[in-house]
Every structure is written in C-alpha cells, then in structure tokens.
C-alpha cells in the first residue's frame, strides 16, 4: 500500500513534455523553449501550435493554423439566446463552463475511442482545439455585452487572436501597445505543468469524455478562489489599501499578522516567478506610454510592489503572475470579474494540449483511498434511530 | 521521487469515510451499511442522507430532508429557456453538464472558503447538496420533452424522489413496480469509492470552487465511455445480436477474437458485483410481473446471461451493474442516450458527499509530472525553420 499524501503533492501523475518548470532556477519553458524567448518572439498563435503540436510551427503551418482560429470565431446563434437566459448577476466563470458544455452538444460524442498515438493524431483531436480555442475569447467578450444588456459584438476575421478579443471587448480597434500585453499575457498564462484545472482536465479527458467537457471541468476547477480567482483578489486588495501612501503600513500590519497577502510568493518558484518578471517589465512601460497618467489603484499597486520587494524578497517571496496580471487587466479597463476568463482563454490551448497528450497513452484515473469509516453494521429500522 | 502509475491506479488520493469495496467478498458498504440491506430497506433520499451526513437518519431528519427535496423541484423559467435554445441532437450528458453549471450562476460564490471541518458543516454545503440532488432528474426529465419539442412536465410535490422522476419523464403516475427498481437503481448507483467522476469531483472541489462547477465536472468525466456509458452499450450489444437464438454463438465468436463484452466483470469485485445480483433479482421479477410477456430484446439479454453464466463464470467474470441497468431501463422504455443520466442523477448524492469530505479537510489537488520532454532550447526565428 502507497502512503496517503494529501492533495498529492509529490506523487506523479503523468508523463509529459509539455512544458517544465526549473523552480530553482526560475524556468518555466513550453516544450523546452523558456517563457521568456516565447514573450519575446513569439505570440499567443504560434505558441499554442507549439503546445499542441511538440514544435515549433513553419511559416506555412502558422498561417494555416492562424486562418483556422480566424475562420472558427462565428458562434452558432443558439450560443448567443442561450446567453440571454443567464442570470447577468452569474460569474462569468460558470458562464464560460455553461457556454463550453452546450457547445459540446453541437459536436457530440468523440471520435478517439482507443486512448492510443493513432487516436491523438486525429484530425478530429485537432480540429476540435482550433474550434475551442478560436470561441474562448469570442464567448467571454459577447457576455460582457449580454450580461449588460447590449447585443455582442461580431468578431472579425481581418484582426489577430488578441486583436481581436479586445475588439469584441470594446468595440473599438485596439492600440498596438494594449494588443502587446494582452498578447503576452496570454502567452504567459498558456501553460503551468500539472496545476490543478490541467489535472481536472486529465481526470475528465481520460474517461474519453468530449474535449468540450473536458475544457468545461478544468474551467470549473479554475474558477476556485485557490486557483484562478487570486489576480481579482489583487485588485479587491488594492482596493482596500486605498492610497500608495498607505501600502507600506497596511503590509507590516498584515505581514504582523501573518495574514495572507494575495499576489506574492509561489509554491513552484524558489526565485521569482519568470512569468512575474515579464509582467512587471510591462508595468513598467505602461506607466511610461501613459507618461505618468496613471490610477491611483496603480499608483497603490507600485507602492506595494516596492513595498513587498523591500520586506519580503529577502525571504524569496516576491509579486507573482497574479499580482501583475491583476494591476494590468485594471489598468486595461476589464473588469475584475473577468480576470480569471482571460485566464482560462490562454490556459485552453495547455488543457488541450494535455488532453492530446492524455489521449496518446490513455488510462482511466482510477486512485483508491484510505478508508477510515465504519466497519460493516446493519440496517437499523427508522423507528429504532 | 515517487514512481509513476499510470491511472494512479492504487495510489491513495483521500481518506474517506463514505464508502467502501471488499472485492474479495462482494461487498459494497456506503458509510458501514451494506448495498444490499440499504437495496433491502431504504430509499433512495434516504441513502442519500446516510451519504451527506454519516448516520442513518431519524424519522425527523429524514422527513425534513425529503420535504426540501420536494421544494426544491421546480427550476427558474430560465433554465427551460436556455433549453429550447439547445440543439435537440445533442447528447444528453453534454445538456445535463450545462444546465448544472447554469444553475450555478443563480448561486454564484462559495461561502466555504477555509477548508475546514467549520466549512464543511455550514447550512450553504447541505442547502446546495439539496438543491442539487432535487434539480438533477427534474432536469433530466425536462430536457427529455424538450428535445422533443414539448413544453416539459411540472414537477409534483406529492410524489417521492422517484415516483416523480417517473412522473415527469411520462406524463402519468408511474406503477410502484417499476417506482421500485428506479428507486433501488438510485441506491445502487449512488456512491462506488473513489471513480474517476468522483475524483473528478474532489480535485475541482480542491479548489473550493462552487458545489455546481464540481458537479458539473463530474458529469462531464461520468459522460465518457469508459466510464458511465457502458450501459448504453449494453443496449446497442444486445440490437447487434438480435435474437435469443443467437446469443451463445455471439459470444463464443467474441470470446474467441478476444473482443471487449459490455456489462461484463469490474475491475473492483473478484466475485459477483452484489448491486448485480440485486438489479438480476428485479429483472427477474420483471419478467414474472410481465407474465413472460417481454420484448425481444429482453429476451435476448436473459439468453446471453445465461451463455455468460456458463462460459465466464468460471472465471470470475459475471455480468455488472452495467449490464442489468442497461436492460432494465430499456425494458422501462426510458431512451437509451438518458441511461448515463439516470446514473448521474444517483451519483450525485455521492458526489455531494465527497465534496463535502473534501472541504472538510481540503488541500488543493497538485501532483507532480514525470517530464519527458525537451531540455532547454533557444528560439528559432520563422524563417529558419
């Protein structure tokens, strides 16, 4: 008998070379290619190609793939009068489960019954994550229109994956340097090993569910406050701070207090997180292109950001990918409680990636337990209780 | 470093209190009571009860949980609207995951936020079981006449848990004959330890996201074939062989090729699976209430059971739960492409439960990975590539 260790930390999973993660050294690399370059170079297209695909993709492969996710952006009319009969006052999480989920009823069944190499190879397993990744960000800008009370913006086919997803947002064509950050953030949100949502995603994926269910279990396990939900819990946290003034004083109170402070430290990274590092240097130039003009809860967030790396970067702790994330996505003008669906809109394209992978080499998750219960007894009669 | 096992096959992933196998004995016991005493004596908000809470309830306790099951039958308008814009073709777990999650919008949020013993005895953790156990098979039902075209049937008050579910699929009051092999149907499949939809359940409760989006995840992990859909192909199994006639040559030629038999032996029982020999108790006495006046299907699978008892027996391999779910919903007219939902609506209770074991004690589900993939690699621009 294995030794029971909670939330199974440690134990291993899964095969995979996906991506990896050097805690120590601060290196996270999708299919050996550090985050980094990957920011640098590439864009959110080409790197979830890369991540469902092992390599990296020729010109002509990207472009075929670039005209998929373009092509696939139109969603039925149901999904919009399904939308319709959401109550606005739902999470745009459970939103996005509910939307993926019924999408999965207009592509029923799966066609990879074997949970072989031959079964991952499909043009069915392709073609079902183009159609998925091209509608996430597609649904998550439609419902902040319904939720409101305005019809959705229709997508174009003439912008880029990012491009367009602002567009949807706001109606207007983005500026370049907004295009870049979201862009990057996606990349950087794309993938993260065996987080729990991916997990989810094996769990689902390997019973040979539909990758619509599978994409709506791992949406559902992100939703959860211990997971993706930490980048709107910045925001709310900056919030109660209130003035850059007050951010050191309320951090030695909460640090005194041993309270958690949201948006620092990671359990992965004994340096800083390298997707942190990308993020704050885009911070930086933000507060640069708008020459100064920047929120007060910005102004608060670079307080406390200087702040934390004054107190607690000694200790290895410092802001991670929420934090920067969550002060980006404000300073954008998205709304908080759509963080975690921008979240889930780059991680799609790792689930999908794991859920082909799954496939490859299929096993049903199948763990035992420890049972500490009652030994056998027998029925007592209601009128004997 | 642990080592890997594919599946997890053996690896403890909980301590649980709520069921437990003998696979040497064939015995299935939810908190110490045996499947066939609870078959024997309960029903299935009973068992339901014994699941969430531990303990067999008194006459009280048991009274006032039926009463909320009962309140809490009718669903907001809405729900039917987001139905009617569903595709009728689509399958009716993909529905089943959707609504689940759209009813979670209703009831955004989690208040359980700690993890703890606290959390998990709020009211919010047994007012959502509830509400979600008394919505499964209303929807279920709903979604049967609206894919069909009809305005759904309104669920009674009146009746119990499965006298209504009958109700509201047919139209009429359902005889107590066939009242009773749902209701026992239900506490069969109401809980089976740690399967990959309750795991499902437990790494997306990890997260302490909202009872809905556990659910939720776990009907799309319970969809897949290899796992709850194995009744439906029971059915189909029996249509491929036709006649009783043909039922041992069939199976012959399929023991010969080696070929996969559906509803035959479980991984779990080195004897017979005991909620099989009850659901063969009832399916005999269906036959015997029919007066031997059943369809040709049935007698197709009383005819390849009895080439399975001869030719698999010896090997511990005997007919499963699958297998006599299977004909015995088919038998009650009940749609096929419905079966893995009437599991779904049992399953529930078991699922609840765990979720409520889970927050009890909670720690976020993050295992490792073997990493099998590239080591570090520069970037390559497009063009050389």
């Not at 174009?156 to 907004?178: I, V």
């Not at 990758?211 to 910045?234: F, M």
């Not at 809109?345 to 035992?368: C, M, Y």
């Amino acid at each position: 008998m294995n030794e029971y260790v909670a939330g199974l930390e440690g134990i291993p999973a899964t095969q995979s070379n996906i991506s990896d993660i050097d805690g120590e050294r601060g290196i996270l690399a999708y299919r050996g290619y550090p985050i980094a370059e990957l920011a640098a170079h590439s864009n959110f297209e080409e790197t979830a190609l890369l991540l469902l695909d092992g390599r990296l993709p020729t010109a002509h492969a990207l472009q075929v793939f670039d005209e998929q996710l373009r092509k696939n952006r139109m969603v039925k009319y149901n999904i919009r009068e399904m939308m319709k009969s959401l109550p606005p006052t739902g999470h745009p999480m459970d939103m996005l489960q509910t939307a993926v989920a019924s999408l999965g009823m207009f592509y029923p069944g799966s066609e990879c019954l074997t949970g072989t190499q031959a079964c991952a190879e499909l043009d069915y397993v392709h073609n079902m994550s183009v159609k998925i990744i091209a509608r996430m960000p597609v649904i998550v800008t439609m419902w902040e229109h319904i939720r409101n009370g305005y019809d959705p913006i229709s997508p174009r086919t003439d912008l880029s994956f990012s491009e367009n997803f602002l567009y949807m947002l706001t109606g207007e064509e983005p500026e370049p340097f907004y295009v870049d950050i979201l862009d990057t953030s996606l990349i950087l949100h794309a993938e993260h090993t065996i987080n729990a949502s991916t997990f989810a995603a094996l769990v689902t994926g390997s019973t040979l569910a539909s990758p619509y269910q599978v994409v709506a279990a791992a949406i559902g396990t992100l939703s959860g406050p211990l997971h993706g939900g930490a980048n709107e819990r910045v925001v709310d946290m900056l919030h109660e701070i209130g003035t850059p003034a007050k951010a050191r004083a309320w951090l030695d109170k909460k640090l005194a207090d041993k309270a958690k402070i949201w948006g620092m430290g990671h359990r992965e990274y004994k340096v800083k997180d390298p997707r942190a590092t990308i993020l704050q240097t885009l911070m930086e130039k933000l507060v640069e292109y708008r020459g100064g003009r920047i929120s007060p809860l910005f102004e608060t967030a670079v307080a406390l950001e200087a702040a934390c790396n004054e107190r607690l970067a000694v200790k290895g702790v410092y802001p991670n990918v929420d934090y920067y994330s969550g002060i980006l996505y404000a300073e954008m003008g998205i709304p908080v409680d759509q963080f975690t669906s921008i979240f889930a809109v780059a991680r799609t394209a790792g689930w999908l990636a794991h859920w082909k992978e799954q496939l490859s080499d299929n096993r049903i998750f199948r763990p035992t337990q420890v049972y500490t219960g009652e030994g056998a007894r027998p029925y007592t009669p209601i009128a004997q209780r």
